[in-house]
């Protein structure tokens, strides 16, 4: 059972430092926890608190990958003409 949290930046700590997909697997058992409408209505309310900032820490993480895959580089036209590493991606640095 889940333990009343005490505020958002209780909640966002603990989940930062969690993967993506140990975020995402939190998230499908507070999905399964609410849909199977066992919890009272205050845990209710916690669970979704924690399902927001997990799937907001979800998205974030997908959107850090996805600027990362952007990093290929294009020439004028738009026709990858190479990549950028990873690294330089994600530092804003261009080719």
Do not use: W
């Not at 700590?13 to 058992?29: R, V």
């Not at 507070?30 to 799937?55: F, M, N, Q, T, W």
Request: net charge negative; charged share 30%.
């Amino acid at each position: 059972m889940l333990a009343r949290m005490g505020n958002t930046a209780d909640i966002s700590g603990d989940i930062a430092s969690l993967s993506f997909e140990d975020a995402l697997k939190a998230l499908e058992e507070i999905v399964r926890r609410l849909e199977s409408g066992a919890a009272p209505l205050d845990e209710s309310i916690d669970l979704y608190a924690r399902g927001d900032a997990l799937r907001a820490h979800c998205q974030a993480r997908l959107d850090a990958a996805q600027t990362r895959i952007e990093g290929i580089v294009a020439d004028r036209e738009g026709k990858p003409t190479g990549v950028r590493p990873f690294d330089d991606a994600a530092s804003g640095a261009s080719a």
